[in-house]
Nanobody, 123 residues
């Protein structure tokens, strides 16, 4: 059974930073496409970023501010979020899949999703 666990959310002021972490069990973490999606209140789920070895994709709304990466020492994937704005507020989910490619549209089809972590950016 694949299990994903996201953590690191919180409350931050506009312009602040947060680092989300994702741990996984039950799938080849290093080789599988990993991504982050978010859902703001009253809005549809939005793909934020995805990665697989030597491949990264970002939503236009976060490009240049967010970085998806791998912390091999901790065996986790992370989403470093800088220059946060209230529009970044939402529940962030770590997602993964063994088949779908790394792309923003594909994130909506990923089979594995962990519990979300709340990110709130105050103005």
């Amino acid at each position: 059974e694949v299990q994903l666990q996201a953590s690191g959310g919180g409350l931050v002021q506009t312009g602040g930073s947060l680092r989300l972490s994702c741990t996984a069990s039950g799938l080849p973490f290093d080789d599988s496409p990993i991504g982050w999606v978010r859902q703001a209140p009253g809005r549809e789920i939005e793909g934020v970023a995805c990665m697989r070895p030597r491949e990264f994709h970002y939503a236009e709304s976060v490009r240049g501010r967010f970085t998806i990466g791998s912390d091999d020492a901790k065996n986790t994937k992370y989403l470093q979020m800088n220059s946060l704005t209230p529009e970044d507020t939402g529940v962030y989910y770590c997602v993964a899949d063994e088949i779908w490619p790394c792309s923003l549209p594909s994130l909506h089809h990923y089979h594995h999703r962990g519990q979300g972590t709340q990110v709130t950016v105050s103005s």
